[in-house]
Every structure is written in structure tokens, then in C-alpha cells.
């Protein structure tokens, strides 16, 4: 008899939970659990009517959340100045002590360019990847361990396709995993599902490099057993997926015990404005 | 402006600031992380504040609003729509079920129940998101993120608790 008064109680208490709406609730969970359902459901829609009116969705829940951020970005804009001016003189040591000969580095650079240039009439080889790029501004900046991405606003209706390459400067920063109306998503390099194509020069072994949720480093995976990468080497897109465009930096190789990591160029927190192929 | 007013201007903010927390939480994608031996880790917020808020005064919290939240918050981590809300709701069944139950609420009993709620929302996140929509995500962070979360939960209804009697204060002095 008791074990049998416990079991309706026990029902009683879920039915209640699943079904009363409460004093000040409109709808029970029971029915908002199963428009929830069907909204996930929707998610198998990849294109017509539903997608249309999940990109607008995101596009105005995107703005929403930029206004609503603006002071927080506006706080983390001013620490990271307040970081640079105080690193300043250090920064500057360091650029005096490193001793740069920037004119000669940049003859370098333009003989090498016309090498290439050469050498790839030579070879008939034809740069399937469009030289035109969009400058975008980043309207927000989703940093967490799970998660490094920006929104950025800039989305289909200029011409923005999905998988391609976004530079900040001439660096690698990231891909397009997502586009909307108005503003598109970018994966970066570092988040632990990005995993890029890579070549490391001068020794031009190909890699994977994949995101280990840190914005500073990334680690170099499928490398041959018997490499001989040292510090400092150059780390490249491979363009080998056929989407990313080849040959733009990524960061330098350290090794650290028997793992090879790859040091980003960009500083993958404090990107404003990028730039991306179309 | 005169003193009532003010009161119930103060009364109103203290009463809407879970609503207001919430929808914060969601459309920043506001995620606090700390660094322990240069590690990053992280909790939801979220999952505190809809299982105290439900569980001790559930009429401060819309079900209907913690599904719009849940929407938001989907939009911005890049979820697929509905996953999010689904957990709250799940959340709420639960926090909603203990509220129905206990006869004498305390915190180690909400602690413990916290955990149970926790690891059945992470289940169910998990499980449609690997076997539905093969979503890449890694268990180990996942479960990392909902201990750490059931870690902090002692210390945020703390704090809860604390905007709970300034508000009840403000109702006795009015």
C-alpha cells in the first residue's frame, strides 16, 4: 500500500512538473519541449523558405547580441591597448636587439615573387583562387574554450562563399563555416574542430594542423615519423582541399617534447577587421 | 522622483534581474572561463541560474522566455536551433519535479540533485548532438565543463540567495 502511494506521488510530482503552467506561465514544458523538438527538427532543412528565415534569424539575433556587447568590447578593445602601450618598451628592445634590414628583406621578396611568377609559367600552373578579398568588420568575438569564432558583417549578399580563407593582413586567421543575408561566421584556426591543410617550408612536408582551443598555438598533426622540422620554420595553407587558397602564413613551428606546434602570426584576440576571398 | 518611486523602480530590477541575467547570458554567449596551470576551463552559467531560479521562485523565470533564451544562445555558439532550449526545458522538468517533492529544502540536497540534473542534460545534449547531427564535440570538455559547473553552484545560490532577501527586504520596508 505504501510503495503504491510513493508511485502516485511520484507520477503526480512529474505529470505537475511536465503539464502546470504555474501562476505567471503561458505555456506548460511539456508543450514548449515539443516545439523545441520540432524546431531542431527543422534544422534538416538546408535551403528554401526555412533557411531564408534562419539566416534573417541569425542576422538580427547577431545584431542584437553586438549591440548588447558593445561595452564589453569596448572594455577589452581598451585592455589590450593598455597592454601594448605598457609592453611598448620591451617590444621596442627586442626590435633593436633582432636588428632588421628591411630593404634588403624586401628585394628579396620581389626577386622572389618573379621567381615564382617563373616558374609557374614554366609548369603551366593556373591560380584557381580568385586575388579579389572583402574587407570586413568583425561585429563580434565568441572567445571561449569550446568555442573561437567571430561574426562577421559581411554575408551572402556580398558575395561571401562558404569555406574560404580569411586573412587578417596577409596572415591565415580562419574559414567560413557559416553564411547569412547580412553576416557570416568564421571558424578560427585555433578552435578544436578547425583542422587546416598545411605545408611547412623550407623542408615542404604537408600537415594537418588542428586547433587545440589556445589562440596562441596550434598543434601539427599526421606529420611523417621521420621529419625534420626545427624551430622557426614557416607554416603555409596547402590550398590542397581545393577551397583555401594556397601559400598564405599561418605562424612558425616550436617544438615542445615530442609535439610540433605552430605559433600564430595574427593575434587570433584582438581581430577587428579581416579580410576574406570571394 | 520620490522615494516610492524609486523603491519600486529598485523592487522591479531586483525582481527582473534573473530575466535580465538570462537573456545577458545568452545573447553575449557570455562563458566564464579561468586558466588553472595555463588550462582553460569553463561552466554554464546558465544551467545555475534556471535551476535556482525554477527551483525556488519559478514565476521570475518565463518557460516561454527560457526557450526564447535557449533559441539565442544556439545562434550565437553556433548550435543547432532548438538544442539549447531543449536542455533548459529539460532542466526546468527537473528543477520543477524536486520543487514538488522536497518538504525541507537545503543546500547540500539541491547540491547533489544539481549533479543528477546536470549529467542528464549533458546525456541528452551529447547524445543529439553526436547521433543526430554529428556534431564534433568532445565528451572529456563536455563533462569537465558540467563538473565545474556543479563545483560553482554552492556559490552562485549563494549569491542568488542574497538578491532573494534584499528583495524581500524591500517588500517589508515598503
Redesign the interface.
Given at each position: 500500500m505504501a510503495s503504491d502511494s510513493g508511485r502516485d506521488?511520484?507520477i503526480?510530482?512529474?505529470r505537475?512538473?511536465?503539464l502546470?503552467k504555474?501562476?505567471?506561465?503561458?505555456?506548460?514544458?511539456f508543450t514548449?519541449?515539443v516545439?523545441?523538438?520540432?524546431?531542431?527538427?527543422?534544422?534538416y532543412f538546408k535551403s528554401g523558405p526555412v533557411d531564408k528565415f534562419?539566416s534573417i534569424?541569425?542576422d538580427l539575433?547577431?545584431k542584437?547580441?553586438f549591440f548588447?556587447?558593445t561595452p564589453?568590447v569596448y572594455i577589452n578593445k581598451n585592455y589590450y591597448k593598455l597592454k601594448d602601450h605598457l609592453e611598448m618598451y620591451e617590444e621596442y628592445k627586442l626590435l633593436k636587439q633582432k636588428n632588421y634590414n628591411l630593404e634588403s628583406l624586401s628585394n628579396e621578396n620581389k626577386f622572389y615573387k618573379t621567381e615564382i611568377k617563373k616558374l609557374n609559367n614554366l609548369i603551366a600552373e593556373e591560380n584557381i583562387y580568385s586575388k579579389n578579398y572583402l574587407l570586413s568588420k568583425v561585429l563580434?568575438d565568441?572567445?571561449?574554450?569550446?568555442?573561437k569564432?567571430v561574426i562577421i558583417n559581411k554575408g551572402f549578399k556580398h558575395g561571401i562563399k562558404l569555406g574560404v580563407a580569411v586573412k587578417d593582413k596577409s596572415y591565415f586567421v580562419g574559414k567560413i563555416?557559416?553564411v547569412n543575408v547580412f553576416t557570416s561566421?568564421i571558424l578560427l584556426a585555433s578552435d578544436?574542430?578547425s583542422k587546416i591543410p598545411v605545408i611547412i617550408e623550407p623542408s615542404g612536408i604537408n600537415a594537418i594542423l588542428s586547433g587545440k582551443?589556445?589562440n596562441n598555438f596550434a598543434e601539427l598533426e599526421y606529420l611523417p615519423k621521420n621529419n625534420n622540422l626545427k624551430n622557426g620554420d614557416v607554416v603555409y595553407t596547402s590550398g590542397v582541399d581545393g577551397i583555401i587558397a594556397s601559400a598564405i602564413p599561418i605562424g612558425k613551428v616550436f617544438i615542445n617534447e615530442e609535439n610540433k606546434y605552430v605559433e600564430f602570426f595574427v593575434d587570433l584576440n584582438q581581430l577587428q577587421f579581416v579580410k576574406i576571398n570571394y | 522622483m520620490t522615494k516610492i518611486k524609486k523603491q519600486k523602480i529598485f523592487i522591479s530590477l531586483i525582481q527582473s534581474f534573473p530575466l535580465i541575467l538570462l537573456f545577458f547570458l545568452a545573447f553575449t554567449g557570455f562563458d566564464l572561463n579561468f586558466f588553472i596551470f595555463s588550462n582553460s576551463f569553463s561552466f554554464n552559467f546558465i544551467y545555475i541560474l534556471i535551476f535556482y531560479w525554477i527551483l525556488k521562485k519559478p514565476d521570475r523565470l518565463g518557460y516561454g522566455l527560457i526557450f526564447l533564451a535557449g533559441i539565442i544562445n544556439d545562434v550565437v555558439q553556433n548550435f543547432p536551433i532548438g538544442i539549447s532550449s531543449i536542455n533548459y526545458l529539460i532542466l526546468c522538468v527537473i528543477a520543477a519535479f524536486i520543487r514538488n517533492r522536497t518538504l525541507v529544502p537545503s543546500l547540500l540536497y539541491d547540491w547533489i540533485l544539481f549533479l543528477i540534473a546536470i549529467l542528464i542534460v549533458s546525456s541528452v545534449n551529447y547524445s543529439i548532438l553526436t547521433l543526430v547531427f554529428s556534431f564534433p564535440i568532445k565528451y572529456g570538455t563536455l563533462m569537465i565543463s558540467s563538473f565545474i559547473t556543479f563545483l560553482i553552484f554552492p556559490i552562485l545560490t549563494k549569491f542568488f540567495h542574497l538578491i532573494n532577501i534584499i528583495e524581500l527586504k524591500e517588500q517589508n520596508a515598503k
Open positions: 506521488d511520484f503526480i510530482a512529474i505537475s512538473a511536465f502546470k504555474g501562476n505567471r506561465q503561458k505555456f506548460s514544458l514548449l519541449i516545439i523545441s523538438i520540432l524546431v531542431l527538427s527543422l534544422e534562419r534569424t541569425k539575433i547577431f542584437g547580441s548588447i556587447s564589453f563580434l565568441q572567445q571561449s574554450p569550446y568555442l569564432s563555416v557559416n561566421r578544436l574542430n582551443g589556445n | -
